[in-house]
């Protein structure tokens, strides 16, 4: 039985859908056109009827030939399904139908995204995104991967086609009417699921964490400021910060050298650039320091719980529907609740009844881009001496409603290359060898203590994570995991030499000698994406780190209290201090002489608490002030072409002076003082400008939830703005004026009960069809910055509520 169709909201879709579908005509974000409307708007083929399927019948049966035995789906008052199996292999299996039930477009979309193939469904407007996501590499190896993984009979190849399946189970019962509304918007088919679409998911999410283009800009500022000044500016190591090893853990690992220096070409420089202005126009920005995340964990002893208690929030693209789905998984070998991206077999963050284990981005360098030296022809490149072949592959991208455009892949033995009329840049990137994750997720959702957990993240390749971990015993840990590379010689920073093996990849650092930390003395663990070592550690990890605000803020207050609360924790995931507040505003003391208008700005300041929270308008003011703080101190290296350093490079200039506070615009020279009060004052004339005398910012820093597609013609099924708290690097997330990326999944576990207890929370909800009331069902809980509780029993029957039972067999 289905629940009634709520007749308004359905009509008010119907004609939001009609005027979609004349926009995305008039925009020809589809130009072989949409389905014809009459298709759409058919009563019982149509829109409307995805309002009739928007919920699970209360009851259904379905069979499967290939199951073992019975397995049950319940679902709850959310629509979280809870799959009950006697085998692994069937709950893989139903996982794979079920999820393809809730989130079908979604897990087609993103392995289009990464394979290049947004221009089968939108048509020509895709083709240079097409052009360039090819470019990278993350189609062709998945290609290659996922042969490989069939050629040797890898388990993750098993697992994945257990998910595949159930996938196919599904779709080999779906008829048009019931196809996803994207679907029919659209106007194509879904297409037969296989290991290869979950080995794309894992490329998006190595793109989506560490790609970038970049570099090349660090070997030009190396060569026009000098060794010395560059050095100031672009520091190896982070200062400001709290090391994710405790310092008290020493290092043990054999020292690399890292003295070859970066080559320049500004040809190669300008590609690069156009590469990442690409990145930008089409919404695919690769890695950004936004995408961050918090975890944190304390021992038994710090705990009011006697036991260790985990926290985490990972900080992603919010999108509708969300980039992470709820699922509970019970076997006889496991009983496992978390997360995991539409299309991954295995929760990807969870807890089962012995351990928890969370994530934060690593940021490891590992990706570099070499200057190659091509022959005349420009089919060869030089190589240690002699010419090798470029490979030229043919490659065609499929365009609806034009005919098929047939590209060139170019492959050197680096990898693949980029290259315009004037230069040529291979990528070397982890994305494109062999990734044995699922592996390493099998072992972490059947691990039965922390040993187990920290053994299986051997199997972790990319991306890199720091994942922390705790058990039922009161251990804690955590390690950075994935392939950190070994070069030759040098480092990745900068374009690399490409006519030379001395900046090659040699290998990786060994998995015992990667960072690593278990239950240390001061009884708790953290990550926020901040460099995982002090100065000493040996291997080159990465350069030029983010501000670490975040990890100053949570290791105050896990060492300002003797013992912490399970509400404690939920407390500091909704932390607004902000720490650039600390960093910046002591330092106006010394500022005077300024206008009215200039005096109003620093009193926003210097009256604020610093918490980026309500009516307050210190926050706007500060995002201003730093604003033009870094516009006018960089405004040489704006000239130059060279990216902006840090601010906490900035922090240190003002407080110790430097030749690059003065501003090149004035006659004076600036010291800091000086500096600071023109920044006060062009603050002012921004905020005036702007936002008038109204500088609350409860009224203009608030969050969207945009449609997976991000495209503003589906605004119908975005949700917001809405006011909310945070700013750049509060332990609550709030980057920007409109942000866009924050807490995708915040999660408490408390390791204390049997079985471990959580509560969690992530924007959207379960099912991905917008007429669905479990579309968004978790927003309002999510602004309020509140928990669901995460149900976890052992046997079907013994959930309090149940929205719909589905029992999968193997006959009739």
């Known amino acids: 039985m289905r629940p009634s169709v709520n007749r308004t909201v359905v009509l008010k879709f119907v004609l939001h859908a009609i005027l979609t579908a004349a926009l995305l005509w008039g925009l020809h974000y589809a130009p072989g056109g949409t389905a014809p409307l009459v298709n759409l708007l058919d009563p019982v083929r149509g829109f409307y009827h995805n309002a009739r399927i928007a919920e699970h019948d209360s009851y259904d049966e379905v069979v499967i030939p290939t199951l073992s035995g019975l397995v049950t789906v319940e679902r709850d008052e959310r629509g979280v399904p809870h799959i009950f199996a006697n085998e692994d292999r069937d709950a893989i299996l139903v996982l794979g139908y079920v ?63 257990w998910f595949a399946d159930g996938v196919n189970a599904y ?99 300008a590609l690069l650039n156009n590469v990442h202005h690409t990145l930008e126009e089409y919404g695919l920005e690769g890695y950004r320091p936004s995408k961050g995340s918090n975890n944190w964990a304390v021992t038994g002893d710090r705990s009011a719980t006697g036991s260790a208690i985990l926290a985490g929030d990972m900080h992603l693209a919010l999108s509708l529907p969300s980039i992470w789905y709820e699922v509970h998984l019970v076997t006889p070998s496991m009983n496992t609740y978390g997360v995991l991206a539409p299309g991954a077999p295995l929760p990807i963050e969870a807890f089962n009844d ?66 315009d009329s004037t230069t040529a840049v291979a990528i070397r990137w982890v994305a494109h060898e062999k990734n044995n994750g699922m592996t390493a997720l099998w072992r972490m959702n059947r691990a039965e203590n922390a040993a187990q957990i920290d053994s299986a993240l051997q199997y972790w390749h990319s991306p ?9 015993t009161g251990i804690i840990g955590i390690r950075v995991a994935g392939k950190l590379p070994i070069r030759a010689s040098g480092d990745g920073v900068g374009l690399l030499d490409g006519s030379t093996s001395d900046t090659e990849w040699v290998g990786r650092v060994p998995f015992e000698e990667m960072p690593h930390a278990i239950s240390p003395a001061r009884g708790y663990l953290t990550s926020t994406n901040q460099q995982p070592t002090t100065a000493d550690y040996p291997y080159y990890v990465d350069h030029n780190w983010q501000p670490a605000y975040r990890s100053l803020r949570i290791d105050t207050l896990l060492a300002g209290r003797d013992q912490h609360t399970i509400e404690n924790m939920k407390e500091y995931q909704a932390d607004f201090h902000v720490g650039q507040y600390d960093a910046f505003v002591p330092l106006l003391d010394s500022v005077r002489a300024l206008t009215p208008a200039g005096e109003a700005v620093k009193a926003a300041l210097v009256e604020w608490d610093g918490k980026a929270v309500g009516e307050t308008p210190g926050p706007l003011a500060l ?82 939830f945009r449609h997976l597609t991000q495209n ?33 999944w915040r999660i408490v576990v408390d390791l204390s009960t049997n079985p471990p207890s959580g509560a969690g929370i992530y924007a959207g909800g379960q099912n991905g069809n917008p007429l669905s009331r479990y579309y968004d069902l ?29 029992r999968l067999h193997n006959s009739e």
């Open 171 to 269: 779709l080999n019962e779906l008829s048009y009417a019931e196809w996803p509304i994207e679907f029919k918007l659209f106007g194509y088919a879904p297409e037969p699921y296989t290991p290869m679409h979950t080995v794309l998911l894992m490329q998006y999410f190595n793109y989506d964490l560490s790609f970038n283009s970049e570099e090349a800009a660090y070997g030009l500022a190396k060569e026009r400021l000098g060794a010395d000044e560059y050095a100031k500016l672009y520091p190896r190591h982070a200062t400001r910060y709290k090391p994710i090893i405790p310092t008290e853990i020493e290092e043990q690992a054999v020292s690399v050298n890292s003295d070859e220096s970066p080559v320049h070409s500004s040809d190669a420089l």
């Open 778 to 806: 978790h927003i309002p809980t999510f602004l309020d910055f509140d928990y669901f509780p995460l149900h976890k029993p052992r046997e079907a029957g013994e959930l309090a509520t149940v929205s719909s039972i589905l």
């Open 623 to 704: 995002h201003e002030y730093l604003q033009a703080l870094k516009r006018l101190t960089w405004d040489e290296l704006l000239f130059m072409g060279i990216p902006d350093p840090t601010e906490t490079v900035l922090v240190t200039l003002l407080e110790m002076g430097s030749s690059w506070l003065d501003v090149q615009k004035t006659h004076e020279v600036e010291d800091a003082a000086m500096l600071m009060a023109l920044a006060l004052e062009e603050a002012a004339d921004a905020l005036q400008t702007q936002y008038g005398d109204n500088w609350s910012w409860n009224t203009h820093h608030q969050i969207i």
């Open 99 to 161: 999820t393809a039930q809730d989130r079908l477009f979604q897990m087609d979309f993103i392995s289009r995204v990464a394979a290049g193939r947004l221009s089968e469904i939108f048509g020509s407007a895709s083709l240079d995104a097409d052009r360039f996501l090819r470019s990278t590499g993350m189609n062709g190896a998945a290609k290659q991967i996922t042969a490989a993984y069939a050629e040797e009979q890898d388990f993750d190849y098993e697992i994945m086609t």
């Open 464 to 472: 890199a994570q720091n994942v922390l971990y705790a058990d039922t």
């Open 354 to 419: 012995h351990v928890a284990w969370a994530y934060t981005n690593s940021g490891l360098d590992a990706i570099d881009h070499y200057l190659l030296q091509l022959s005349e022809d420009r089919r060869s490149y030089e190589f240690d001496g002699e010419w090798l072949p470029l490979e030229m592959q043919p490659d065609t991208i499929y365009v609806k409603g034009a005919d098929p455009v047939v590209d060139t892949r170019i492959l050197s033995d680096i990898g693949p290359v980029i290259m």
């Open 712 to 744: 503003s013609a589906l605004s119908v099924l975005w949700r917001g703005p809405y006011s909310y708290p945070g700013y750049d690097e509060t332990l609550g997330p709030g980057d920007g004026i409109t942000v866009t990326h924050s807490a995708s």
